[in-house]
């Protein structure tokens, strides 16, 4: 078992969830694993997290949220590079099922 921890570009995580069949829409089936359902924009804080994402200081969006968890069946890259590119193979946010979606 390994875990990686990283920082990701907000872009990076959007093409992470994308649907590959219709980009404009999600993967919902990344969020399967997830505890919480994803209320869109319909909540309170969910248009708070947007607002945040969109804000001219959007770069406070770091600080503001506890992170994103991802797991997955497998992780490919290369260790000891710098700026490594990971490949996952079937992934599940498990946490951060509110913020992602709100940044698409």
């Known amino acids: 078992m390994k875990a990686i921890v990283a920082t990701i570009a907000a872009t990076d995580l959007v093409t992470l969830v994308r649907d590959p069949k219709d980009p404009s829409k999600i993967n919902e089936s990344a969020f399967d694993e997830n505890c919480r359902v994803y209320l869109k924009l319909k909540n ?20 503001l949220n506890n992170g994103i968890t991802i797991v997955c069946d497998k992780c490919e890259y290369a260790p000891n590079t710098r700026s490594p590119k990971a490949a996952l193979t ?13 940044i698409v």
Request: glycine content about 6%.
């Open 44 to 63: 309170a804080i969910n248009r708070n997290i947007y607002a945040t994402a969109v804000a001219d200081d959007n770069y406070k969006f770091f600080y």
């Open 90 to 102: 079937n992934l599940q946010i498990v946490n951060g099922g509110q913020t992602t979606p709100c």
